[in-house]
């Protein structure tokens, strides 16, 4: 593990753009990403539990028992936030380890497309991650009830900082994925090549060997993924756990209507921001399984358009990759058990959307 750890990146073109990226990638040659990691780590634990302090003794109304809870289960998102990145930080060789093979799979001739790939969803993800940041603060709330006091003030900076941070978290999950997503590019230009040139009868081609180098590809990217997996476990588990219980504490408390405004409408905009973290984060995770299933699709449609004229390992090549890619087992797990495909997210919404409605029931 040592020794996968003490690799580096050559290709400057394909490393990671997010702050939490920079950092472990070079953590081993700089000791100051270790302390700087360690040092927000042990300040989401510390806030954590600062605002279960402060929330006990605090003078703002809980206006039933359901946000009371909701108040509690929001705290615990820190606390498991500066856990997961202590332990991200002791299992970084296997994000080092998945750009190793990453590095193989883009750099035969398909690099600029990556780039753009790259480029373009990086964009978007930062858009997004701005607008949930200057949205995501709950404190202006208060404003109301406080008063534009320099109390008022230092606590909205110190929960605009740590919505940065929890943005950041945010960013390099969903970064991870869109690089997982890009290493189907090289395959799916290998498969439009091949294509072309089973459809172009002057152009001799060897299809047992173009189709042993898509096999190969498959493998590396699957491997890749896989590292990449085992990396994120605790994190995506951190995510969905916090996430999929604050959605469910705001729509308990939409549901439980009290004669206050204030607080439906509080309970209105955390429940749409926390889904739309959801649903937006869930897509790129669901969309590395979906490319692997369009891979087997792409593959046993080009199938037919083979003759009885191709050799026995041809047809082998191709059996032995769609046999591959039949296992459907390729993408992120859920706790490292239940992989997140479009069946796992309609049972998981199921299951959310029950227990939401029966929330107040049990709460009261």
Not at 143 to 163: A, P
Not at 167 to 172: D, G
Not at 326 to 354: E, H
Request: aromatic share 14%.
């Amino acid at each position: 593990m040592d020794e996968t750890a003490s690799v580096v990146i050559h290709n400057s073109l394909h490393k990671p753009t997010s702050i939490l990226g920079r950092l472990l990638v070079n953590l081993n040659k700089n000791v100051l990403n270790k302390i700087i990691i360690w040092t927000i780590s042990a300040s989401l634990i510390v806030q954590a539990f600062l605002k279960l302090y402060w929330d006990s003794d605090s003078n703002f109304i809980i206006y039933n028992n359901i946000m009371k809870y909701e108040k509690l289960y929001s705290q615990l998102y820190g606390l498991c936030l500066g856990l997961t990145l202590l332990h991200l930080t002791s299992h970084h060789s296997f994000y080092i380890k998945y750009f190793n093979v990453y590095q193989t799979i883009v750099k035969n001739g398909y690099g600029s497309d990556v780039t753009k790939f790259l480029s373009k969803k990086t964009k978007t993800i930062q858009s997004f991650l701005k607008l949930a940041t200057i949205c995501g603060n709950n404190y202006f709330n208060f404003y109301l009830k406080s008063g534009f006091n320099s109390y008022m003030i230092i606590v909205s900076i110190v929960s605009c900082t740590f919505q940065m941070l929890y943005a950041l978290f945010l960013q390099f999950i969903i970064e991870c994925t869109i690089y997982c997503q890009s290493s189907f590019i090289p395959l799916n230009n290998l498969l439009d090549a091949f294509m072309r040139q089973q459809n172009n009868r002057s152009t001799p081609i060897n299809i047992d060997g173009v189709a042993r180098i898509i096999r190969l590809h498959y493998k590396k990217t699957t491997k890749s993924i896989n590292c990449m997996n085992t990396f994120l476990t605790v994190a995506i588990c951190t995510f969905y756990l916090y996430f999929i219980g604050h959605c469910i504490f705001a729509f308990g408390i939409i549901l439980s209507y009290t004669s206050s405004t204030n607080l439906l409408s509080y309970a209105i905009t955390r429940f749409l921001g926390g889904t739309c973290y959801l649903v937006f984060t869930t897509y790129h995770l669901v969309r590395v399984n979906q490319l692997s299933v369009q891979m087997f699709d792409r593959v046993y449609d080009f199938s037919f358009s083979l003759n009885s004229s191709h050799s026995i390992i041809t047809m082998n090549e191709i059996n032995l990759f769609l046999l591959r890619v039949n296992r459907n087992d390729v993408g992120f797990t859920f706790a490292g058990l239940c992989l997140v495909s479009p069946s796992f997210v309609s049972s998981l919404a199921t299951i959310s959307l029950s227990i939401g409605l029966a929330l107040p029931s049990f709460i009261k």
